[in-house]
């Protein structure tokens, strides 16, 4: 016997049916917005978002790439802390990197000069020798521990100068603002690579800096389970920025947004973690005799400890050790054992991570002159239990192949 559907069930209307939230339902999270289309009451509204929308106007949307009620609640959040009491506006991008990226495309045009310190995230410099240079862009590496010096670099085209304070693995801290004195005084645009510091520690803006990126990936998570950069800008360089975001349509999902403001909650307290784990963990290796140095800028040792002391108001839980000499096989048996340190890239989430840096090509400026580097991420693990891992990989260390 077949069996036969009805038709003309009045409970078929799949479309129709739940999509009535019913009475105002207030909660202590906001929703997740998830949308791609989004709808208007008639074609005069429906008109003038989308005008809106064009013009980059705050929390306008006639479609939700420009943005959801979930992402526009982020990215108001990330400019007023990042950025407030400056009047900013912030474009969320999919990750870190592809902040740093649009950035640089959205400000620099054939024919430009950019100025990008030595140290700063890997990636960054390899999008400026790959495709900003094939799209007639030239740059010019500094010293990552420069100040005023900057000056001399500067060329008649020279449009950018591109900043990371401290920079990745090895740590120097430029003067910042002196160098976006200098740079305002000649009409040239500054950007900030804010990850390490993150706007409870560090305020690019009071610095003098025009825009800052910042991987929400890391501190701002703080959970190791979502990608997520921001750009954030002074309003008025907020057109160019949102044209350049809009065009190539660059967006991110309600859900990982969620996520971000999620962990954004509790950034203050694990960042006052995550200093004092790191500072313990930085002392104790101060003390190693394998150890030739500690990079870290709230150690008086530091060269730009003074510079750390104006600018920042605390230090993050990343740092690198220098060893006096190690092999290969000695340096991965110091990463390799261990119990509570976990090995990966990225950082900034609660877990704690050692990693052996590896800075091939990744210094033109000045080449690397020290021994082997180790990078730490000091998560929100006992410190104690930390300390005994790093004691467990210096023993390692010795009993490996020199
Ligand atoms: C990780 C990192 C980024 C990139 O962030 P992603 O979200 O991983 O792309 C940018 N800058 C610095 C300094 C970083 O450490």
């Not at 990126?213 to 160019?240: C, I, N």
């Not at 403001?261 to 995550?274: E, N, S």
Request: with cysteine.
């Amino acid at each position: 016997m077949t069996q036969s559907f009805p038709q003309d069930h009045k409970n078929q209307d799949l479309v129709s049916i739940a999509r009535d939230a019913g009475k105002p339902y207030e909660s202590v999270n906001l929703p997740i917005w998830r949308a791609s289309s989004v709808l208007f009451t008639n074609v005069a509204d429906m008109r003038a978002e989308v005008a809106a929308t064009a013009a980059g106007e705050r929390r306008a949307a006639n479609y939700a790439t420009a943005g959801t009620p979930t992402t526009f609640a982020l990215a108001d959040a990330v400019a007023e802390l990042e950025a407030g009491p400056h009047p900013a506006r912030t474009a969320l991008l999919p990750s870190g990197l592809s902040a740093i990226a649009t950035v640089l495309q959205a400000f620099l045009s054939p024919g430009d000069h950019l100025l990008m310190g030595d140290s700063v995230y890997g990636p960054a410099r390899l999008f400026a020798q790959g495709m900003l240079a094939r799209f007639g862009i030239e740059t010019t590496f500094y010293d990552p521990a420069i100040g005023a010096g900057i000056g001399d670099l500067l060329r008649p085209n020279t449009r950018m100068i591109y900043l990371e304070s401290p920079g990745s693995y090895t740590f120097e801290i430029p003067d910042v603002p002196a160098i976006c004195s200098l740079a305002r005084e000649r009409g040239i645009l500054t950007a900030i690579d804010n990850a390490w510091a993150s706007p409870v520690l560090a305020r690019p803006f009071d610095w003098g800096v025009d825009i800052s990126v910042l991987p929400l990936t890391k501190y701002w998570s703080g959970h190791a389970d979502v990608l997520m950069g921001a750009a954030v800008v002074r309003e008025a360089l907020w057109p160019q920025l949102h044209q350049a975001v809009r065009q190539q349509g660059l967006c991110v999902g309600s859900d990982d947004a969620w996520l971000i403001l999620r962990g954004m909650r509790t950034l203050k307290v694990r960042m006052q973690a995550h200093e004092s784990n790191g500072l313990v963990l930085a002392r104790w290796l101060e003390k190693r005799p394998e150890v030739a140095r500690v990079l870290h800028p709230a150690l008086p040792s530091h060269p730009q400890h003074a510079r750390w002391k104006r600018d920042f108001s605390g230090a993050s839980g990343l740092f690198s050790f220098e060893l006096h000499a190690a092999s290969a096989d000695q340096l991965s048996a110091l990463c390799d054992h261990r119990r509570h340190f976990r090995l990966g890239f990225s950082w900034g989430g609660f877990e704690s991570l050692i990693m052996p840096a590896n800075l091939t090509g990744l210094r033109t400026a000045g080449p690397w002159q020290g021994g082997p580097l180790v990078r730490i991420h000091a998560g929100l693990d006992d410190p104690e239990a930390l300390i005994s891992d790093l004691e467990d990989g210096f023993a390692a260390m010795a009993a490996a192949k020199s």
